[in-house]
């Protein structure tokens, strides 16, 4: 059985119950089977080669959901383009993993400059382009293409953060996702009856959605707009019953002008994700939606479900400060530096090994080696597990900043600060933020007689990596701490920005 295994099921079981609910169309599963079929086949035609890669540009939309599906239903493998990501970013990705195919929607052509893959477009096409839609109709009557694979075999590429500013293409195998869809089902008990607000981006952690949802008869259903406005009316109007989101949205939900608990009167589970949520939001949130909160630790190279924190976990507020426990099929453990597993209640870094873990990074078999020892996927985390199993984070010991549900890997946010002729070297981290969980800081030494404002300085990252791997606050500073060799001792510069000495 193959992951796109489960939506062929639920189609057949279910093909007149609605799979995609949309501001202008709703769609039911025969229907849903139907293009994704005929996509599928297109996509061969396009390019018979078994496990080539298919990247997709694309914000939430049916049209996204029938490419994912095709792409999962005839063999290939998912590649997801962050329609927020630069151009250039983009052009890394796509030259990494040679794609042969690119799905992207009309107003993010201009994002993706590669000239070698064969595009597809969502929207509106052109003389040279083919459409999503023309693709199906002239495939409508194919027969669903076959193809051979195993556990073992890549079902997507998903890329992170490097520390030598080339991305981390994450190689998810067939296996970590069928272990996500029967935890995510399992860990929440979808049904039927559930109807998925897709508030966070496909290309992120809302992939992990999309088949369990479906699997179980569920319909996704499509924002009417953009922005919390729009995720509290898919609640209010549309019978959202379940979502997943970072935190800061959930606040940011909360604090909506004259919104209320019955905005949202079908609301079962409430999972976030990406960024840790304080004991103290973790009362407010509960205090305005109810029981209804949930959690997931995992990572992209172990997706989303390591461990989970159920509803119910919530109820002992002695819970609140951890990320759940192991689910199944997986076992997570803590690892002291010498290798050794260690017993409950010691700190060390958190190990994970089993079916949801990757097969490694595409073509850096040396960081592979590096992250997955023996059978174990190194985190990068420490925490500890106590006597009950529950795991507690306590730090990184990998230097990241999830802001909003991003990472944002300090390393490449200095590499573009040292590119301006004013910098002489830089410091970047992250500090607490109500709002976004953590907030990108940086402390910036300048070279002598040379000038730059915050402003200056932030504009000119903005334009190299984006807006979530912009500081949200750099401080110009005279003089950065340093070891007796001349480090920057970057806990230092995030001490003093915490004590308002910078």
Not at 442 to 468: D, I, K, M, N, Y
Request: proline residues 7%.
């Amino acid at each position: 059985m193959l992951p796109i295994d489960f939506f062929w099921r639920a189609a057949q079981r279910w093909p007149h119950r609605i799979a995609i609910d949309t501001p202008t169309e709703r769609i039911a599963f025969q229907v849903l089977a139907q293009r994704v079929r005929a996509v599928a086949a297109g996509l061969v035609r396009c390019d018979p080669t078994p496990q080539s890669r298919v990247a997709i540009c694309a914000s939430n939309s049916a049209e996204h959901i029938v490419a994912l599906l095709a792409v999962l239903a005839c063999g290939k493998v998912w590649v997801p383009l962050n329609p927020k990501s630069t151009q250039a970013e983009i052009r890394r990705i796509t030259d990494v993993v040679d794609a042969s195919l690119l799905v992207i929607e009309a107003d993010l052509d201009h994002l993706v400059t590669d000239e070698h893959a064969r595009r597809i477009v969502i929207g509106s096409a052109d003389a040279q382009r083919m459409s999503l839609d023309e693709l199906a109709q002239a495939h409508a009557n194919d027969t669903l293409p076959m193809f051979a694979v195993n556990d073992e075999d890549t079902q997507a590429i998903k890329f992170t953060g490097g520390t030598t500013g080339a991305p981390k293409g994450v190689m998810q195998p067939y296996r970590a996702w069928m272990a996500n869809i029967v935890n995510q089902i399992h860990a929440w008990a979808f049904d039927e009856n559930d109807r998925y607000v897709m508030a966070a981006p496909i290309t992120h952690g809302t992939s992990t959605y999309v088949l369990p949802i479906l699997a179980q008869g569920g319909c996704h259903v499509i924002l009417d707009g953009v922005g919390v406005s729009a995720v509290r009316d898919a609640f209010k109007h549309r019978g959202g019953t379940v979502c997943f989101m970072p935190p800061t949205m959930a606040y940011m939900l909360m604090g909506i002008e004259g919104v209320t608990r019955a905005d949202f009167p079908q609301l079962k589970r409430l999972i976030y994700g990406g960024a840790p949520m304080p004991p103290e939001k973790i009362r407010e949130v509960r205090a305005f939606f109810g029981p209804v909160l949930g959690t997931t630790y995992g990572q992209t190279e172990a997706p989303q479900i390591l461990t989970v924190m159920r509803p119910e976990d919530f109820e002992d507020e002695a819970n609140w400060a951890a990320v759940g426990r192991c689910t199944w099929f997986s076992d997570v453990a803590i690892m002291s530096p010498q290798g050794s597993l260690l017993p409950p209640g010691e700190v060390g870094e958190v190990v994970a090994r089993g079916p949801l873990v990757m097969t490694g990074y595409w073509q850096l078999p040396e960081q592979t080696s590096a992250t997955l020892v023996d059978g174990w996927l190194h985190t990068g985390d420490r925490g500890l597990i106590d006597t009950r199993g529950y795991l507690y984070l306590k730090d990184r010991l990998k230097d990241i900043v999830i802001t909003g549900g991003f990472n944002v890997y300090p390393v490449e946010v200095e590499n573009a600060l040292s590119q301006h002729p004013a910098v002489h070297e830089s410091a970047v981290f992250g500090l607490p933020d109500d709002k976004w969980g953590e907030s990108v800081n940086a402390a910036v030494q300048l070279r002598p007689g040379h000038s730059a404002s915050a402003v200056e300085l932030a504009a000119f990252v903005r334009e190299r990596l984006g807006p979530v791997q912009t500081p949200k606050r750099i401080h110009v500073v005279n003089d950065l701490p340093r070891s007796p060799v001349g480090k920057v001792l970057k806990n230092a510069v995030r001490d003093m920005a915490l004590t308002g000495q910078l």
